[in-house]
Nanobody, 118 residues
């Protein structure tokens, strides 16, 4: 099981952008599929996107782009034109292949808070 660490969250104004990072402590993510999920207050966790080991993307929620940098084993989530309803805790998860189902993923990060507010 990997120890995943998300970073890059914070407070941003509507219309702004953030780039979240997901890294594996003591390891690398280039041999794993990595999914991004989010959970807003009072709501269920939902799938955003997933990138396979070979770079194929599965998009479940538009506007956000997932990418990987195999030079450092990091996976990113680029979020543009952020809206207040994007406020949530964002999580990355890793396993062998992509899935929109959170129960599939065996390794999870602790989450990073994204708040979109003026």
């Amino acid at each position: 099981q990997l120890h995943l660490v998300e970073s890059g969250g914070g407070l941003v104004q509507p219309g702004g952008s953030l780039r979240l990072s997901c890294a594996a402590s003591g390891s690398t993510l280039d041999t794993y599929a990595v999914g991004w999920f989010r959970q807003a207050p009072g709501k269920e966790r939902e799938a955003i996107s997933c990138i396979s080991r070979t770079g194929d993307r599965s998009i479940y929620l538009g506007r956000f782009t997932v990418a990987r940098d195999n030079t450092d084993g990091t996976v990113y989530l680029q979020m543009n034109n952020l809206k207040p309803e994007d406020t949530a805790v964002y999580y990355c998860a890793a396993d062998s292949t992509c899935s929109w189902q959170e129960d599939y993923f065996g390794s999870w990060g602790q989450g990073t808070q994204v708040t979109v507010s003026s």
